[in-house]
């Protein structure tokens, strides 16, 4: 197989770059690689997340806010977070605003309390991110504009909010919906469509999916290519991200993490001869800084670290193993267990190692996903007594939540009234209310089984449970109804340590560590106490002798320190598997890993 490093051509790189994929690919080291690479060649560069829980601030090591923000050290290159809660706020008042001194306080006080539902905030995220794109004043002084998007469900979410808005506002005929009058929304529609076709644009726009040389991450690159061309994104490329050799023979992790890669790329042979692929060899620490960035791009050589190993002991923190935190839930019985965490750290295989545990135990246990992008039937890839998985589907939620709603409501409703109702379901916002009332619904089974949770990655999870009280609001508007029990004891079933224990899942590195600790403060704020973290694919004690593995074991440590010392009230330490963990035997086998004792000191 060819391996073709990236590369950056100024000459030839379309103005819009979005980078897409699985959680934890590299999606933000790589934009900010580029756009690094970009602005180094003269070009002025603007780079954008779309992520709810962007970490652009720590990669490029500048504080950002939802305002162009010029990064030190790289003229040119200005970058800025789209923050949800912030967009929200201004487009409330946008609306709001020009009312004031016009219309009594009464309703004006009814303008904002419509205006305080979660489709509010996914609309004026979506305005933000489209109005850089459509309205050619809005970005006007850069000659690229790169995103760094979400994890894959999110971002097809959002791409394809661009048709959904477009066509719900050609076809309403009320002039209002769920995010009150239409007026505000009507102006933007001539951005929405200039949005459209500057994405289906090849000459404008590039879709670069980024993928690690595993085989779920190149499944998720895969649907998500084929669900892009669906939408009229077809110019694409591929670029794997920590692709990995060894000079080792010997060394069995060493051997072992190689030939996983081969054996996936192997397998993925067709889809990546299906567009132009590029690779990004494996480094040996976290790429933070403008430095690392630099380095990033810079030729297939493996990059060393200039930081020497350590030659002084290192004392491993007090870890404990996954088995150990099953069998404090079992004491309860029942209840709900969540994983939580940056996209890529593995939370879908931590909750279907605790779930197969469960039921091996004896217990009846549900295993569910929120995941748009889940993947938990092939991991758990068997079945298991006592066991029952499930997906959260957002079209069949959409549409069951549709046809209840209408079935309700019909006998009290005249034809024009039903055909109003009709129309405001139809606003894309009903997709994200029906899916927060399953969501509800799988919490709720608890009363007398274990679920166990797979939640979506932090940004989407952290909307989901801000918007609790937002999406209660917009199901009263719009069934008009007394709603289920499940919806109504949402809050209080999450923040009962007695129901819900909440595990925050993370890598032993700065990125992935840092975000649980902001998701973990999050949650506090919203009342809900984290049960414990959850350290995954540790290189502790792996006792390789290739030096690049050396010195990513010796960067664990002051995670694994930060973590134990710092943040976690419970930890549950698990190792990095020469063979992936698919199906049930290995689930279980992971889940009772012994600690591994802390490899002797090199020099």
């Known amino acids: 197989m060819n391996l073709d490093p990236y590369q950056v051509d100024p000459a030839t790189t379309t103005r819009f770059l979005f980078f897409t994929g699985k959680g934890g690919v590299g999606k933000t080291s790589l934009s900010c690689a580029v756009a690094v690479a970009l602005a180094g060649a003269g070009r002025r560069v603007l780079l954008v997340s779309t992520d709810p829980a962007s970490n652009l601030d720590e990669v490029l090591q500048t504080p950002l806010s939802n305002h162009p923000t010029p990064i030190p050290g790289a003229p040119g290159l200005h970058a800025l977070n789209i923050n949800p809660v912030e967009a929200a706020a201004a487009y409330r008042e946008r609306l709001v605003g020009p009312m004031r001194g016009v219309l009594p306080e009464a309703a004006l006080r009814s303008m904002e309390e419509q205006l305080s539902g979660s489709c509010t905030v996914e609309i004026a995220a979506f305005d933000e991110f489209s109005g850089l794109i459509g309205d050619p004043e809005a970005a006007r002084g850069y000659d690229h504009i790169l995103f ?18 477009d066509q719900f506002l050609a076809n309403n005929t009320s002039g209002t919906s769920c995010l009150g009058p239409l007026a505000g929304l009507a102006r933007q529609r001539g951005i929405y469509e200039a949005t459209i076709r500057i994405l289906s644009d090849p000459a404008a726009t590039t879709l670069i999916l980024v993928s690690r040389p595993q085989r779920s991450a190149l499944r998720e690159a895969e649907r998500t290519s084929r669900e892009l061309r669906a939408l009229g994104l077809g110019n694409q490329c591929l670029v794997i991200n920590g692709n990995f050799e060894t000079d080792c023979p010997s060394d069995t992790i ?78 309860q019985g029942h209840g709900v267990i969540m994983t939580m965490g940056k996209g890529g750290v593995g939370k879908t295989t931590v909750a279907a190692a605790i779930a ?21 039937a092939q991991t758990l890839d068997g079945q298991v007594d006592r066991l029952t998985i499930s997906r959260i589907d957002p079209a069949a939620e959409t549409a069951a939540y549709m046809a209840e709603v209408l079935s309700t409501q019909s006998p009290d409703l005249d034809e024009g009234s039903r055909s109003l109702l009709e129309e405001d379901l139809r606003s894309p916002c009903t997709e994200e209310i029906a899916v927060f009332r399953a969501f509800a619904r799988e919490v709720g089974r608890g009363t007398d089984r274990f679920v166990v949770l797979d939640t979506a990655p932090t940004g989407h999870t952290l909307l989901l449970l801000d918007a609790s009280e937002a999406y209660n609001r917009e199901l009263q508007r719009q069934s008009r109804t007394t709603q289920p029990e499940e919806v109504l004891q949402l809050l209080a079933r999450l923040r009962d340590p007695a129901y819900t224990r909440i595990l925050l899942v993370t890598l032993p ?95």
């Not at 993490?257 to 990546?272: H, K, N």
């Not at 430095?291 to 870890?319: H, I, K, Q, V």
């Not at 973990?520 to 502790?540: C, K, M, T």
């Not at 694994?560 to 930890?571: M, W």
Request: glycine fraction near 6%; proline fraction near 8%.
């Open 509 to 603: 590195e700065a990125t992935p560590v840092h975000e649980a600790a902001t998701l973990q403060a999050d949650l506090r704020r919203a009342h809900i106490e984290p049960y414990g973290w959850v350290i995954n694919q540790s290189l502790i004690g792996c006792g390789s002798c290739d030096p690049l593995l050396q010195q990513r074991e010796s960067a664990e440590h002051r995670y694994l320190d930060e973590v134990v010392s710092t943040h976690a009230i419970r930890n549950a330490w698990l190792p990095w598997q020469p063979q992936e963990p698919v199906g049930p035997d290995a689930l279980a086998q992971l889940a009772t890993s012994p600690v591994r004792a802390s490899a002797a000191p090199r020099t």
């Open 356 to 376: 197969v545990l469960l039921a091996r135990h004896g217990h009846a246990v549900h295993l569910s996903t929120t995941d748009p992008a889940a993947h938990i």
């Open 254 to 331: 060493a051997q072992a993490m190689q030939q996983r890669g081969t054996l996936a790329l192997e397998q993925s042979r067709a889809f990546l001869s299906s567009l132009p692929t590029r690779f990004v060899p494996l480094r040996p620490i976290n790429i933070l800084g403008l430095e690392g960035l630099r380095m990033l791009l810079a030729g297939a050589a493996p990059m060393r670290s200039s930081r020497a190993l350590p030659t002084d002991n290192w004392t491993a923190p007090l870890l404990s193993d996954l088995e150990t935190l099953v069998a404090d839930f079992e004491k």
């Open 148 to 165: 760094d998007t979400a994890p894959t469900g999110h971002t097809l979410r959002l791409m394809g909010l661009a048709k959904a808005w």
